[in-house]
Antibody, heavy 118, light 111 residues
Framework: QVQLQESGPGLVKPSETLSLTCTVS????????WSWIRQPAGGGLEWIGR????????NYNRSLRNRVTMSVDTSKNQFSLKLSSVTAADTAVYHCARLVNRIMFDYWGPGTLVTVSS | QSALTQPPSASGSPGQSVTISCTGTSSDVGAYDFVSWYQHHPRKAPKLVIS???KRPSGVPDRFSGSKSGNTASLTVSGLQAEDEADYYCLSYAGSNNFYVFGTGTKVTVL
């Protein structure tokens, strides 16, 4: 059974960088597409970006492109998200997910709440 | 890229059916047969219930079905059960510029 688990600080100060890690079990992160998706309180889901782990090719949501970096650590079977210059608008539950056939997400993590506040 | 439009809520009694619409544009829903649907119970991982407009992943009950006409996709849950009460989101592939667009979400209540 494939399982994903997000981890990272639950509180980040404005203007600082949000850093999250997704640990994958039951599957290898290698040679696959993985994504980050977020959901603000009371809001809908927003795709943040994807990484193709074999080449570390990344694609990001145009609205976040200038602030997002995704990376992978195959030795730990993890991939990560960094979002810089955060504001209160970045407060959300952040999910990691596996992207299948580049068109849908078949496994998700339960999400982790990140609050941006001083 | 704007979110796909879903009704905020839908409801039905146990055993009844509920249909949720997901309206996009000719650049996303209308352009590709790559619409998927996700069931999301609070504080849990979202679950894929329909892929590629009509396909049910293994383990998903056949009470869940999907369709598409033009720029609008739909999810129907037949024979509603208490455990179907959840938020439902559609997702469409939107090409190599915008990639993935989610719907606004629909809260399904089983009366």
């Amino acid at each position: 059974q494939v399982q994903l688990q997000e981890s990272g600080p639950g509180l980040v100060k404005p203007s600082e960088t949000l850093s999250l890690t997704c640990t994958v079990s039951g599957a290898s992160v290698s040679n696959d597409y993985w994504s980050w998706i977020r959901q603000p309180a009371g809001g809908g889901l927003e795709w943040i970006g994807r990484i193709y782990t074999s080449s570390e090719t990344t694609n990001y949501n145009r609205s976040l492109r200038n602030r997002v970096t995704m990376s992978v650590d195959t030795s730990k079977n993890q991939f990560s998200l960094k979002l810089s210059s955060v504001t209160a608008a970045d407060t959300a539950v952040y999910h990691c997910a596996r992207l299948v056939n580049r068109i849908m997400f078949d496994y998700w993590g339960p999400g982790t709440l990140v609050t941006v506040s001083s | 890229q704007s979110a796909l439009t879903q009704p905020p809520s839908a409801s039905g009694s146990p055993g009844q059916s509920v249909t949720i619409s997901c309206t996009g544009t000719s650049s996303d829903v209308g352009a590709y047969d790559f619409v998927s649907w996700y069931q999301h119970h609070p504080r849990k991982a979202p679950k894929l219930v329909i892929s590629e407009v009509t396909k049910r992943p293994s383990g998903v009950p056949d009470r869940f079905s999907g369709s598409k006409s033009g720029n609008t996709a739909s999810l129907t849950v037949s024979g509603l059960q208490a455990e179907d009460e959840a938020d439902y989101y559609c997702l469409s592939y939107a090409g190599s510029n915008n990639f993935y667009v989610f719907g606004t979400g629909t809260k399904v209540t089983v009366l």
